[in-house]
């Protein structure tokens, strides 16, 4: 059963970047069948798509945080990568990976998800 | 970006009861529509994809209709693992955007 789990600092500091790490296990991050997906959720509020990225290094960002994310992979290491630049507590959220089937539109879905990793912005 | 909204935004129904919710996208979204089940402290787990279509190793008790701009999620027989959050997502378009969920809870 393929595996996704996040890792990365719980805290993080207002005008700082963010990072976090997905790790792919029990399964090909370089399947031509699937994308991979950055998703968060502020704590009581809904779910937000934050990036979509493709085994190849294609990505599609959602335009409201475009202008501070980069999502970026390492098949070699089966894992793929979120930096979100000048946070705020606004940023405070739990951050999910997830494989997407399907690129960002005509047909898609996420049908494996990470735990999670709570991610909290403040100084 | 096409807007989300589901109605109500939280239920309270007994074990055994048959339940629906709602979900209304801005703009129609065809088919393209899909339903999450989240429990506290936990991912979303995929349900129904592509408006009707069932997850594997989903339970028949679930089900989903419509298309267009309303799109409804039946739980055909309540069970007490169904006390969850519910949540509908587009993927007409980009962004891919979600709706701020269902609560349903134990009458």
């Known amino acids: 059963q393929l595996q996704l789990q996040e890792s990365g600092p719980g805290l993080v500091k207002p005008s700082d970047t963010l990072s976090l790490t997905c790790t792919v296990s029990?399964?090909?991050?370089?399947?031509?069948?699937?994308?991979w997906a950055w998703i968060r959720q502020p704590p009581g509020k809904g779910l937000e798509w934050i990036g979509t990225?493709?085994?190849?290094?294609?990505?599609y960002y959602n335009p409201s945080l475009k202008s501070r994310i980069t999502v970026s992979v390492d098949t070699s290491k089966s894992q793929f990568f979120l930096k979100l630049s000048s946070v705020t507590a606004a940023d405070t959220a739990m951050y999910y990976c997830?494989?997407?089937?399907?690129?960002?539109?005509?047909?898609?879905?996420?049908?494996?998800w990470g735990q999670g990793t709570l991610v909290t912005v403040s100084s | 970006d096409i807007q989300m909204t589901q109605s109500p935004s939280s239920l309270s129904a007994s074990v055994g009861d048959r339940v629906n919710f709602t979900c209304r996208a801005s703009?129609?979204?065809?088919?393209?529509l899909n339903w999450y089940q989240q429990k506290p402290g936990k991912a979303p787990k995929l349900l129904i994809y592509?408006?009707?279509k069932l997850q594997t190793g989903v339970p028949s008790r679930f089900s989903g209709a419509g298309s267009g701009t309303d799109f409804t999620l039946t739980i055909s027989s309540l069970q007490p693992e169904d006390f969850a959050t519910y949540h509908c997502?587009?993927?007409?378009?980009?962004?891919?955007?979600f709706g701020q969920g269902t609560k349903v809870e134990i009458k």
């Open positions: 029990s399964g090909s991050i370089r399947s031509s069948d699937y994308y």
């Open positions: 592509s408006a009707s």
């Open positions: 997830a494989r997407s089937r399907g690129a960002v539109a005509g047909g898609s879905d996420f049908d494996y």
């Open positions: 990225i493709y085994y190849t290094g294609t990505t």
């Open positions: 997502q587009q993927s007409y378009s980009s962004p891919r955007t």
């Open positions: 703009q129609s979204v065809s088919s393209l």
